[in-house]
Structures are given as C-alpha cells and as structure tokens.
C-alpha cells in the first residue's frame, strides 16, 4: 500500500524538478486539474491510471520510486527513452547471442550439402493450453 503522505512529497519533488504548477502538470498528463489539488490535500489516493500518465509523460520517474521511495530520481535516461535500469537488463545479450550464433555455425556444415534444398516446415496444429484446464486447437487448413 502507498504511503499517502510520502506520495505527495515525492509528487511534489517530481513538480518541482520540472518548474512545474499543479495545474500544469495535470495539463501535462491530461487529467483534471482538481485531480491533482485532491491528491496534494491528501483528500484522494492516486490511481493506477493516474500513475502510468506521470510514467508515459516523464521517462525520469521511475514507477518503484514513485510508489515506494526505493531508486532514484530523476533516473537516468537514455536514447528512444529506455532506463537505465531496463537497460542493464539486458547488458551482455547481444555479445552472448553474437558468441553462440558463431559456435553454431562453426559446428555446423552447408545444409544444401548434407540433404539438399532447404524445405519449409508448415505448421500443422496449435493447441493452446489455459491454467483453467481448457484448451483451444487450430488446424492448418492447407
């Protein structure tokens, strides 16, 4: 559960870093501006719609830090408005997927050499299996 009180100290830190007013920033994120005053009051708790507006328009906030305190802020953004954080992620995938692609193409030889033509696999059915015990099948028609 949020910290009502915590919350609005640190909405009022992400209004601040951006010189931003109430009314501004519920311009900003496309919510009414008596949204934002009942939040600072304290009178309202935000929503989750509320939330993911303050995320899609400032890429800096960072959903834990927002919610619980726990990260940074501002966070550090990088290119096409990926985190930091997401990034490190994924560190080191791509120079590992590099590294195994290249280990499979030295242990392997040509394909045409070792059964001719390549043949396309067609997929003949799908069945998809759902947690409540039912299930759906899909037939190639072809």
């Known amino acids: 559960m949020v910290n009502k009180e915590d919350f609005i100290e640190r909405l009022e830190k992400v ?6 007013s109430a009314s501004a920033f519920a311009d900003k994120i496309g919510v009414q501006r008596s949204s934002i005053s009942h939040l600072l ?4 708790n935000p929503s989750l719609d509320f939330i993911m507006r303050i995320l899609h328009n400032f890429p800096e906030v960072e959903l834990y ?20 954080t997401a990034s490190n992620l ?8 590099t590294e195994i692609d290249n ?5 392997e030889a040509p394909i045409d050499t070792i059964s ?3 043949q396309k696999n067609e997929i003949a059915r799908i069945v998809v299996f759902y947690k ?7 037939k190639n028609s072809n």
Request: proline content about 4%.
């Open 103 to 107: 280990q499979q193409s030295a242990n």
């Open 65 to 84: 830090w927002l919610l619980n305190g726990k990260g940074s802020f501002p966070a550090e953004v990088e290119e096409k408005g990926v985190s930091s």
């Open 132 to 138: 409540n015990g039912t299930f759906e099948e899909y």
């Open 15 to 20: 209004l601040d870093y951006y010189d931003l």
């Open 41 to 44: 009051s304290g009178r309202n």
């Open 116 to 118: 001719g033509p390549v």
């Open 90 to 97: 994924f560190a080191g995938t791509e120079d590992e997927n």
